[in-house]
């Protein structure tokens, strides 16, 4: 079945230093999803991006969408204590059952 | 505060025994997802209802059934509890049938003893 890898599996950061996580998809997707989890907390939607070559931003944050719609990657310029949680990509097959597979998240602990 | 509600907030049950999970979706919103979160694990799917009727199924155990009543609300019922079904248990919702843009609420802690 279609598989969506995400790495690093942990990231620690000082404070104020960028963060990048990458999603890599066994087949093509519709779209890809970001969310984000606190600890303790449940998963929150941050974005979708469907195009190729997409490129989305949310004030410290961007996202990216792969040429061939396989892969992804969020990046987080001078992190701050409150980007703390786990970071999940999703993504929802082109072919086949629509159903969102999630990655395996990157877990983001930051140094004050 | 999502908009979803789940209720309860923590189940502790022994092994053999049968749970019924609840879970009302946004305002406006017809697909409810069923997922499962293992201490360190990604979100599994479960299960998809939209509108009543069932629209995608995961990896979801025989001994898990869902059903999602008229006015939209979904229940996941988990019978013959192993130790192993111990978990986080998510419910979302999306407004449409596609599995887009979805909202989860605070989760079910479920532990078997």
């Known amino acids: 079945g279609q598989q969506v890898m995400q790495i690093p599996q942990y990231q620690h950061v000082q404070e104020g230093e960028d963060f990048t996580t990458y999603c890599n998809s066994s087949?093509?997707?519709?779209?890809i999803q970001w969310y984000k989890q606190r600890p303790g907390g449940h998963p929150v939607f941050l974005i979708q991006?469907?195009?190729?070559?997409e490129v989305k931003k949310q004030k410290r944050l961007t996202f990216q969408f792969g040429e061939a719609k396989k892969n992804s990657s969020l990046h987080i310029t001078a992190t701050q204590t409150t980007d703390v949680g786990t970071y999940f990509c999703a993504g929802v097959p082109a072919e086949g059952a629509q159903k969102l597979v999630f990655g395996q998240g990157t877990r983001l602990t930051i140094n004050p | 505060d999502s908009g979803v509600t789940q209720t309860p907030k923590h189940l502790i049950t022994a092994t053999g025994q049968r749970v019924t999970l609840r879970c009302s979706p946004r305002?406006?919103?017809?697909?409810v997802y069923w997922y499962q979160q293992s201490l360190d694990q990604g979100l599994q799917f479960l299960i998809q209802y939209y509108n009543g009727e069932e629209r995608a199924k995961g990896n979801i155990l025989e001994r898990f059934s869902a059903q999602q009543f008229p006015d939209l609300h979904s229940e996941l019922n988990l019978s013959s509890l192993e130790l192993g079904d111990s978990a986080l248990y998510f419910c979302?919702?999306?407004?449409?049938?596609?599995?887009?843009?979805?909202?989860f609420g605070p989760g079910t802690r479920l532990t078997v003893t």
């Open positions: 087949t093509t997707l519709s779209n």
């Open positions: 991006l469907v195009k190729s070559g």
């Open positions: 979302a919702s999306s407004v449409g049938g596609r599995p887009y843009e979805q909202y």
């Open positions: 305002s406006g919103d017809l697909s």
